[in-house]
């Protein structure tokens, strides 16, 4: 694992975009008022931070894929969408 490639993905547009995506169809799915950008920042890193993502991501820029945040057969939708779902906040 590294704390440089974590980096990069979290912060790789395409790649944000989609966990942007996910949240806003988990919003849907729970009955929640759909506004993805106030758990966007927080569950992009968490899923960016995921042995399996992160090991994606790294092997995807070690063969120099131009857009491995945006391109589903490196970190696939379900991969995104089983990391938001566990990280998703309980209510207090």
Do not use: K
């Not at 960016?48 to 391109?71: F, I, K, M, Q």
């Not at 970190?75 to 969408?81: E, H, N, P, V």
């Amino acid at each position: 694992m590294s704390y440089s490639t974590i980096n990069q993905c979290a912060n790789d547009p395409a790649f944000a975009s989609r966990v942007q995506s996910c949240v806003a169809q988990e919003q849907l799915a729970r009955d929640m008022p759909v506004d993805p950008g106030t758990l966007t920042n927080t569950m992009t890193w968490a899923v960016a931070a995921a042995t399996d993502v992160e090991a994606a991501y790294a092997s995807a820029l070690a063969a120099s894929n131009p857009n491995p945040g945006g391109d589903e057969s490196v970190i696939a939708d379900a991969m995104i969408l089983a990391h938001v779902q566990a990280e998703w906040p309980t209510a207090p």
